[in-house]
T-cell receptor, first 115, second 110 residues
Framework: ETGVTQSPTHLIKTRGQQVTLRCSSQ?????VSWYQQALGQGPQFIFQ?????ENGRGNFPPRFSGLQFPNYSSELNVNALELDDSALYLC???WGAGGINNEQFFGPGTRLTVL | KQEVTQIPAALSVPEGENLVLNCSFT??????LQWFRQDPGKGLTSLLL?????REQTSGRLNASLDKSSGRSTLYIAASQPGDSATYLC?????????FGKGTMLLVSP
């Protein structure tokens, strides 16, 4: 069984640039969630995709957007990067639309630094 | 809005001690509660999941309990080892979201 993978591992960008982060879900899972974890904080929910549709969104501005592909992999796009976007971005996969099925398994994360 | 608090923020114990980590939440309408371990700069490793209808779950030296009515969960670690040193996070499940606490940073010294 293949676990959740994320790429790249680390990324350095300049304020105002755009970035794309990628996630492959665990085999057998059809749902992907994205989280932002600032240093010393717990992860904050960005959004979730279920079968290629957005299935919930946290309190993040529209410059945070996402996609899910037919193979259930996913991308997180962030436009107009700000210094406060520097964080560890975590992807999690699960099976089903949520509720009692909402057991999430996390990838290793992408460390984004915005200068 | 769900709020999750973890106490203590940090804990240092000698090897072999039994210890309890606490998690409290404000909204009892949860689907489940998960406990995770996070090593520095790494992703989250799922330790235990307790469904809302359950009272506890056990895995090896770990035991997690859930009391929805009081909005509390505890993670009990028996016979702690230096390899248990990490940050422990609890997360409450809404329909699609997980709401996390800030974690308890645990250091187990030899």
């Amino acid at each position: 069984e293949t676990g959740v993978t994320q790429s790249p591992t680390h990324l350095i960008k300049t304020r105002g640039q755009q970035v794309t982060l990628r996630c492959s879900s665990q085999s057998g899972h059809n749902t992907v969630s994205w989280y932002q974890q600032a240093l010393g904080q717990g992860p904050q929910f960005i959004f979730q995709y279920y079968r290629e549709e957005e299935n919930g969104r946290g309190n993040f501005p529209p410059r945070f957007s996402g996609l899910q592909f037919p193979n259930y992999s996913s991308e997180l796009n962030v436009n107009a990067l700000e210094l406060d976007d520097s964080a560890l971005y975590l992807c999690a996969s699960s099976w089903g639309a949520g509720g009692i099925n909402n057991e999430q398994f996390f990838g290793p994360g992408t460390r984004l630094t915005v200068l | 809005k769900q709020e999750v608090t973890q106490i203590p923020a940090a804990l240092s114990v000698p090897e072999g001690e039994n210890l309890v980590l606490n998690c409290s939440f404000t909204d009892s309408a949860i689907y489940n509660l998960q406990w995770f371990r996070q090593d520095p700069g790494k992703g989250l490793t799922s330790l235990l999941l307790i469904q809302s209808s359950q009272r506890e779950q056990t895995s090896g030296r770990l035991n997690a309990s859930l009391d929805k009515s009081s909005g509390r969960s505890t993670l009990y670690i028996a016979a702690s080892q230096p390899g248990d040193s990490a940050t422990y996070l609890c997360a409450c499940s809404g329909y699609s979201t997980l709401t996390f606490g800030k974690g308890t940073m645990l250091l187990v010294s030899p």
